[in-house]
Structures are given as C-alpha cells and as structure tokens.
C-alpha cells in the first residue's frame, strides 16, 4: 500500500487507504487544526523522536464503550479505601510529561512536539487529563503518582497514555475518568491499537469501518469545550 506525503494543507488521504498496520500518511505537522481534523477522520500521528510525523489510522482498532468498563475485584478495593484523591485537568502538563519520562528509556511517541501540540489542545479546551495524587507525608503536600490525557470531541474520548509510580494510581485516574465520560453523555472511548492493560478493562477491538462509523456519529454530538476541574 503506499504511503501518502501529506500537503501544507491540513487534509489526509481516506482512512481505508492506510496500510496492513495502519500506517496511512507521513509529514505535515502539528497544528491544532490539522490534529482535530485528523482525529476527526479517525487518524492519529505515532513517531519516535527523529523521525518525520506518521500518520495511522489501524484495523482493527481498539475501543472501550464506557459503560461497559470492566473494574476488577482488586482494583474495586482500593477505590474503596480511598487510597488516592482524583482531580481532573489539575496538572495536564505534567501528566503528559510523566507519561513521556515513563517511556522514554525504551523510545516514545510523545515528543516534545506532541507534548507542545496536545498542551495547545488543552488549553482550547479540548485535552483534557485526570490526576491521582496521594499525600506526601513527609513534606505535607499531595503528590502526583498517576495519570491519564486524551482529547474529547463530541461523544468521543480518544486515550492517549498514562502513567503511574504507585501501585494503581494510573488505574484509579481511569475508572474515575470514565465514570465521569458516562455522566457526561460520552459513548466511546478510541484506545487505538490493542494492549492487554486495555482488554482487561473490557476494551475490544472491532473492524476500522465499524469504527469509522461509531466515531462519525459520535461526533455529531455537542462538543464538551472547557476545563473539567
């Protein structure tokens, strides 16, 4: 399958011509306009620092409905207990910059220009993270020990990555953020390519035309602009 060489002009080429793994179009850049009508297509840039911007839009593609979140036995006691405190766009750019630290000793997708780009986006609005924080005893201040980010348009959640230094914590940001994407009318959350993490939380994968389709209309839906705190 070829791979397109996308214009100064924020277009791509249709989803279906991406290739066996999903990869569909390279260059362009990261401007706030080219990433919503990216994500809007159901398109999404993934590189590693050096190389050109690549575009991927797989199939099959990983989806979560929200309210069909699967929470484990485990994971249920410790929302009980209360062991972390969730807030929510309270520090997105430090939860971005935790998620690239986490995975950067074996290469990671969030650049500094990724990290720049969905900071615009939050900014606008529209990206939005959910924090854990557990309180330092020591120092007396709440400490950041997990997160997650991802952009909102319509009814759609696209998940970005998260992260966590305490057991769970990453986990907690998640199930209180879809708990919150529920009671607010969301109704798919774009987990993009499958990972076991995901598919124990009841993440499935479906066919991209399927998808394409839940997204378009998922995005005739009001589009939820503002912070979440």
């Known amino acids: 399958m070829p791979i397109f060489r996308l214009p100064p002009e924020p277009v791509f080429p249709d989803p279906v011509l991406a290739g066996q793994e999903g990869l569909l179009a390279v260059g362009g850049d990261l401007s706030v306009r080219r990433l919503l009508v990216a994500y809007a297509e159901g398109i999404f840039p993934w590189y590693s620092k050096?190389?050109?911007i690549l575009w991927w839009s797989p199939d099959p593609r990983l989806v979560l409905d929200p309210a069909e979140l699967h929470v484990s036995r485990s994971?249920?006691?410790?929302?009980?207990?209360?062991?972390?405190?969730?807030?929510?766009?309270?520090?997105f750019a430090h939860v971005i910059r935790a998620c690239a630290r986490a995975r950067e000793a074996t290469g990671t997708w969030i650049t500094r220009d990724m990290?720049?780009?969905?900071?615009r986006l939050h900014r606008l609005g529209l990206a939005h993270?959910?924090?854990?924080w557990i309180l330092d005893e020591e120092s007396g201040f709440p400490q950041l020990v997990g997160g997650v980010y991802g952009?909102?348009?319509?009814?759609?959640?696209?998940?970005?990555?998260?992260f966590s230094v305490q057991p769970d914590a990453s986990k907690v940001a998640f199930v209180t953020l879809v708990d919150h994407l529920v009671a607010s009318g969301f109704e798919m959350i774009d987990c993009q390519v499958a990972s076991d993490h995901l598919l124990r939380f009841g993440a499935r994968e479906m066919p991209r035309e399927l998808f394409l389709s839940r997204l378009r209309t998922g995005l005739?839906?009001?589009?939820c602009?503002?912070?979440?705190r």
């Not at 994971?75 to 520090?91: H, P």
């Not at 993270?129 to 854990?132: I, Q």
């Open 115 to 119: 990290e720049r780009a969905f900071i």
């Open 50 to 52: 050096g190389e050109p």
């Open 151 to 162: 952009l909102a348009l319509g009814a759609v959640f696209f998940g970005e990555s998260m």
């Open 129 to 132: 993270s959910a924090e854990s």
């Open 220 to 223: 005739l839906k009001p589009r």
């Open 225 to 228: 602009v503002g912070s979440w």
């Open 75 to 91: 994971l249920r006691k410790t929302l009980r207990r209360g062991t972390y405190v969730v807030t929510f766009d309270c520090a």
